[in-house]
């Protein structure tokens, strides 16, 4: 292990490198842990809060603050105490460009493609509460006269920021900030049983590939965020496709894994903790209870983590995975509080570089967690985690990857 120079940045690496040697790292500034593996095999570029996380393997095992760390210099040891590490994948063919993060911005413009159900009440959230990290709220739609009447309907809400402009197709990623709301299948309340979500999928991921395609194209450097449903598939799905050429292979010239994220998992806690709220058998999720995984079938719900219950665990997970089916049998789609709780709110605390839940890339699946924007990268939460809960998550992932 050595630490080099190498384009005004400092480097921290195992492997050979043909920077400049230093004798002793730095006592300020960033530093880039450069380590190698295939691209998009994992995150390419994430903060390193712990020393733990200084290997090339992801899995449940990185959510897990039990992992043990390997033995490290004490001044790196420090370095990472003081938020000043981040990784970087150098086998990645544009790993040069991840040296340098786009710095956030104060307020940023956001792009909000498909004002059905979920976006217009995802963009009602956005402009009621978001004017402190928001400047400009753009809406687009295909169907004839819909932007028009969101634009006036929002215009006329009394808050001075965001302000509220239509977006032509072609302009959609002329942002920091792309929403992806569109569907081409919502099942109506007729549909009471099995996973709705996955039953979207195969009609949904064209639809996520075709704009996955024009940010490419665009050379978009912003967030491309998934609320529609299935949200965890359709991100893999847009990270993917924004990757492949022409001839449909993997080039890498598309979206980077920390620029995809997906808007679902929020909802799931907000339901957990509505029945927990309700019930008090699972009154120790309000305190230290916890969600992962995807929006749907998968997600596991911890009860507690420092008591936790393995049966408590599953009986609450299925409460709040089949929250959505509960509404449609009063006869209603449920939309309001997933538009709210995981557009709306965790969105705007993403941005506000808060501790949210959404889905990010890890281990080559986007698995939901509670997460931050922390100011050298995307950090994922870390805490002890019990072995049968590891399980669950381990479960979980592996069904991700199962899903093409």
């Known amino acids: 292990m050595a630490y080099y120079s190498y384009k005004n940045h400092v480097i921290y690496t195992e492997d050979l490198f043909s920077g400049q040697p230093l004798n002793r790292l730095p006592e300020t500034g960033e530093v880039i842990w450069l380590f190698r593996r295939p691209p998009l ?9 712990d020393p733990a996380l200084l290997t090339v393997s992801e899995g449940p095992e990185t959510l897990d603050a039990s992992t043990p760390a390997p033995p490290l210099p004490p001044e790196l040891t420090a370095a990472i105490a003081a938020g000043r590490v981040r990784a970087v994948n150098g086998a990645h063919p544009r790993w040069e460009e991840l040296l340098n993060l786009p710095p956030r911005r104060e307020k940023v413009r956001v792009s909000l493609l498909a004002l059905g159900d979920v976006g217009s009440t995802l963009a009602m959230g956005l402009k009621l509460l978001g004017g402190d990290v928001i400047s400009t709220l753009g809406l687009c739609d295909v169907r004839e006269k819909v932007p028009e009447r969101w634009e006036f309907e929002l215009g006329q809400i009394a808050t001075e920021l965001p302000r509220v402009e239509i977006v032509r197709p072609e302009a959609v990623f002329d942002c920091d900030v792309f929403l992806f709301c569109a569907s081409r299948f919502v099942p109506d309340t007729a549909v009471k049983k099995g996973d709705v979500r996955m039953a979207q999928y195969e009609l949904n991921r064209p639809l996520a590939a075709a704009y996955a395609r024009q940010a490419r194209a665009c ?5 491309f965020c998934v609320v529609s449903d299935p949200v965890d598939p359709l991100c893999r799905a847009a990270l ?3 990757n492949r050429n022409e001839a449909g292979e993997l080039d890498f010239q598309g979206l980077f894994p920390h620029q995809v994220r997906g808007f679902g998992l929020g909802v799931m806690n907000a339901r957990a903790r509505y029945y ?13 209870g916890r969600s992962y995984g995807p929006h749907g079938e998968g997600l596991v719900v911890a009860n507690s983590l420092s008591r936790y219950d393995g049966a408590l665990s599953r009986e609450l997970t299925e409460k709040t995975k089949h929250a959505n089916l509960d509404m449609r049998e009063m006869g209603f789609k449920p939309y309001v509080a997933p538009a709210l709780s995981s ?4 969105l705007l605390s993403c941005l506000r570089g808060e501790w949210q839940y959404s889905s990010t890339y890890l281990g080559g699946v986007f698995m939901g967690a509670r997460n931050r924007l922390s100011p050298n990268g995307p950090a994922l939460e870390r805490l002890p985690l019990p072995s049968d809960l590891l399980a669950r998550l381990g479960e979980t992932m592996e069904q991700l990857r199962g899903i093409g």
């Open 41 to 49: 095999a994992g995150r390419e570029t994430f903060a390193v809060t």
């Open 219 to 223: 050379g978009f450097r912003g967030m």
């Open 240 to 242: 993917l496709e924004s």
């Open 276 to 288: 927990a709220q309700r019930d008090p058998r699972f009154a120790d999720f309000l305190s230290d």
């Open 343 to 346: 557009g709306a709110l965790s």
